[in-house]
């Protein structure tokens, strides 16, 4: 994609796709997405907050620790057991937020409108789990604090992950291997490393492997579960999207052979 387009983008909405873009194009993109600006707004919300009901800086400081060492936990068990679950889509009511949550990601790993999270689902989430761990620590003042390392961690993780489905080598070792480790995921089984910039919580539930030799790979890693067959009982989240599910994403396709090179990037 060029400058010129990918700008035309930004001021027409049209969809950006990280296989076609460098990492300039995604700086740009990242921190001109409405998303991302409303998670910067709540995050200089949540200081304010958490500077008015200023509960010291041993309270503040635990919050963040705990939140630090709560979410990839969190997001693991999010992950793996909700995203990719097949409950969701087995249900009307809950198919289109299946769909926009995790499945239409991964039809399509490249495109940015669906790789971000919906804010009407990520931060009732994050408030959630960490609100309380907050409150329980120190009061309102901690408790914003608590949400607002948790949306400054989405920020974080929402970055990398465009950083792993961008058409882009990174510099950094530890980079190439957490983006190879996260391309296996898409692209060869997606029922192990679940994590997004550690996948510590990966090798204590057994769910991590290194190369595509670790285990076959899988027939589901692009619909995670419903294919054609599914798609016939329960078909909802396929009438939504307008066709059948693909077993391989059509926006991924120019970019297989670079997929396949950055899993031996480590």
Known sequence: MSGTLNNASLKTGRSFDLGKMNLRQLWVAYLTYPTILLYFALIVACIAVATHFFAGWGATLVSIVAVILVYPLVWYLLHRYVLHGRVLYKMKWTASLWKRIHFDHHQDPHLLDVLFGAPVTTLPTIAIITCPIGYLIGGIGASATAFGTGVTITCIY?????????????????????????????????????????????????????????????????????????????????????????????????????????????
């Open 158 to 266: 929402e970055f990398f992950h465009c950083i792993q489905h961008l058409n882009y080598k990174p510099r950094s070792a530890w980079i190439q291997r957490m983006k190879a480790r996260h391309v296996l995921h898409h692209f060869h089984d997606e029922d192990g490393n679940f994590g997004i910039t550690s996948f510590v919580v990966d090798r204590l539930f057994g769910s991590y492997y290194k190369d595509a030799k670790a285990r076959p790979r899988s027939p589901t890693v692009f619909n995670l579960g419903y294919d054609i067959k599914e798609a016939k009982i329960y078909p909802w989240v396929m009438d939504l999207t307008g066709s059948p599910p693909r077993d391989r994403p059509d926006g991924a396709r120019p970019d297989a052979k670079a997929a396949r090179g950055t899993r031996h990037a480590a």
